[in-house]
């Protein structure tokens, strides 16, 4: 009894252990300087921050479908946030659809899917950040996502259904407090057909177009629609070479409220921007860049901003640990040039993933 | 009268060489390595198709997620596979292939595995594989054991021609049986020669040839040279007398360059996997290859 006992509870503690996810933890740590005018307390000076803590869970759930769960805390002081956690239905669904469910970062784009952490040039791209959102466009919704039948290229369209938490950094703050009260956030729709090509024996080139439609102020039914280009070309005839050339345009045309409550009229812009880079490593563990941004403002197209960037980055230790820098040069509207320097130290504990495309 | 008869005729032809097509149809293989491609091509004869994805010199341990792989997956009937960790990368090319028939083999399933750790493995150790050294196929021996999962795999997906699959794979361990007999005899000389490998890639074949692996360039797997460590290999290499550094085409030979001409040990490069040069065309060749230069490396 005794023996039949101990054997049960091992083979218990031998199955929770297989059924164990991945878990890994990385860790987003900097010092800058900058000389920002709008923020006086840190212009000028040596600032240092734990930007981001990141824990993600991830894991198979059965043969037909696996889970990713993402947990973020921004700062020391910032509250612990769900950064994503969705489900992938992955086998079992007729014409190799495949669902995913829960929150996620959308696939407008082929950057906005990959976590800042693994940016080469460290900070957000400023039409991220000016027409997703600080956290980029995350939403919770439903992803349905299906390979076309091309031959040789690889052809994916998909659709998302999104609840439209991403639009809370757009509203305005009357109609925000209106909106609690009377109106709920109409949900949000996103597509997007991604080809990537196998253009030479060490070359892949990635080009893809979005497309999202979403009501940005229920109380006045604004709405605007976003269209993105995007491409990715990455040489690399060796694993100590690679060069990449990526980047984005993005075109918005929106509805806009001019003018006071009861006079004012609803007018139609069209306002875009893009963001390139080009990163080139060198001797496996070396990368050196250059970044260039130009974008207009969602809601006036005579706000401008632009962005020159270099950067590089150094693994000590493949895998576990980045540095990086970044020089920046960058105008916002009404405001004069300014510089700034970033330096990042990126360190992750848990399980290698596969370097993905 | 006469049109329907041809129509008739054209139906009969079509039906009588439908089962035909069926029948030559190829069982389409993708496997991770060149090496898994060529035990493929020996025990599935032209009833298969196969190709690798990891070509020529590239590390398989830092393969990228690349959709073409993908499209190449996706039309497949048999996905061969290292394991052992050692291409993770092939989980999300098989997810993101979409193909609900792919049948995914892992080959290391009746390998006898060395350098299980039988301690908590964490980073400072290096890049340590969970599961144990996954370089088997480097050992000739395990060649078979391969072959006979590759029998299982196949024989799953045409049960047909399982017979044909076994009879190719006892031709080729016998000829494998032979060339092995012949290596060991030209490594015979050589019994515990010690040798500084880059990787730790060669356990199973230095246990089969009756080498040493007396130390590394990498400190620990994955982990690159410091200067420490090298003015210690360095150390060792004249105590020691040894004459050969081993490694692998795809690592950087600035740092064992750098230690040959400090001690004299002549620097090797042995592709681990079929196609690391143009004249390795299978998977006897490959140990033929690497046989001949330490053979060569170690006579001078």
Redesign the interface.
């Known amino acids: 009894m005794v023996i039949i006992t101990i054997h049960l509870l091992t083979s218990i503690t031998c199955f929770a252990q297989t059924k164990n996810p991945d878990i890994s933890v990385i860790t987003d740590f900097r010092a800058f300087s900058h000389g920002d005018a709008t923020l006086p307390q840190e212009k000028g000076e040596l600032n240092l921050n734990l930007q981001e803590i990141e824990a993600a869970v991830q894991g198979y759930l059965n043969p037909y479908a696996r889970a990713d769960i993402f947990f973020a805390k921004h700062g020391t002081a910032g509250e612990l946030e769900i950064e994503e956690a969705y489900a992938t239905f992955l086998r079992g669904l007729p014409w190799g659809i495949n669902i995913k469910a829960g929150k996620y970062l959308v696939d407008f784009s082929k950057l906005n899917t990959l976590h800042p952490h693994a940016y080469f040039f460290i900070e957000q791209p400023l039409i991220h950040q000016l027409y997703f959102g600080g956290d980029g466009l995350n939403d919770t919704g439903v992803n349905v996502s299906v390979l076309l039948p091309t031959g040789d290229l690889y052809t994916q369209a998909s659709l998302n259904v999104l609840k439209g938490d991403f639009l809370a950094g757009h509203q305005h703050e009357e109609a925000a407090v209106v909106d609690s009260l009377d109106s709920r956030q109409p949900l949000a729709y996103s597509g997007r057909l991604a080809v990537h090509s196998q253009v030479s024996e060490y070359a892949n080139l990635e080009l893809g177009l979005s497309g999202l439609s979403a009501v940005y102020d229920p109380h006045d039914d604004l709405r605007f629609l976003l269209f993105g280009f995007d491409y990715k070309y990455k040489w690399r005839p060796s694993r100590h070479t690679s060069l990449t050339f990526q980047g984005e345009a993005l075109l918005n045309k929106r509805k806009i409220f001019v003018g006071e409550e009861e006079t004012g009229e609803k007018r139609s812009i069209t306002t875009g921007g893009f963001f390139s880079y080009l990163n080139l490593q060198f001797w496996q563990r070396w990368n050196l860049g250059v970044e260039g941004e130009w974008t207009q403002s969602p809601e006036n197209k005579d706000e401008k901003y632009w962005s020159l960037a270099l950067f590089g980055g150094f693994s000590p230790m493949e895998e576990t640990s980045v540095v990086r820098l970044l020089l920046r040069r960058q105008q916002r509207p009404q405001e004069t040039a300014f510089n700034a320097a970033v330096a990042q130290l990126v360190f992750s504990l848990g399980p290698h993933k596969p370097h993905e495309f | 009268m006469k049109n329907l008869s041809i129509l008739f005729l054209i139906v009969l032809i079509l039906n009588a060489t439908a089962p035909m097509a069926a029948e030559t149809k190829s069982i389409r293989v993708v496997t991770t390595l060149m090496d898994l491609a060529s035990l493929a091509k020996v025990v599935g004869g032209d009833k298969i198709l196969v190709e690798a994805l990891v070509?020529e010199?590239?590390?398989p341990h830092?393969?990228?997620?690349?959709?073409?792989y993908?499209?190449k997956l996706?039309k497949a009937d048999v996905f061969l596979i290292v394991g052992m960790d050692l291409d993770?990368?092939a989980?999300?090319l098989r997810?993101g292939s979409?193909?609900?028939k792919l049948l995914t083999v892992d080959c290391s399933k009746n390998i006898d595995k060395l350098e299980v750790p039988a301690y908590k493995v964490d980073?400072s150790y290096g890049?340590i594989h969970l599961y144990g050294n996954p370089h088997y196929w480097l050992d000739p021996e395990n060649g078979k054991a391969i072959m006979a999962t590759i029998v299982d795999a196949l024989s799953q997906v045409a049960p047909e021609s399982h017979e044909e699959f076994v009879r190719n794979m006892q031709a080729y361990s016998q000829k494998l049986d032979e060339k092995i007999q012949t290596w060991q005899t030209e490594m015979a000389p050589f019994r515990d020669a010690k040798i500084i490998f880059y990787h730790n890639s060669w356990p199973y074949f230095v246990q089969r040839f009756g080498l040493q692996a007396a130390n590394f360039v990498e400190p620990k797997p994955?982990?690159?040279p410091s200067p420490l460590h090298m003015t210690r290999l360095i150390q060792q290499i004249k105590e020691q007398g040894i004459k050969v550094i081993a490694m692998e085409p795809?690592y950087?030979d600035r740092v064992p360059n750098l230690i040959s001409r400090e001690t004299g040990a002549k620097v090797i490069k042995l592709p681990p996997s079929v196609g690391g040069t143009k004249t390795i065309e299978d998977y006897i060749g490959l140990f033929d290859y690497n046989i001949s230069a330490l053979v060569e490396a170690l006579s001078n």
């Open positions: 070509k010199n590239q590390d830092s393969i990228e997620v690349l959709p073409s993908m499209v996706r993770i990368w989980y999300p997810d979409r193909n609900a980073p890049d994955g982990i690159p795809f950087d």
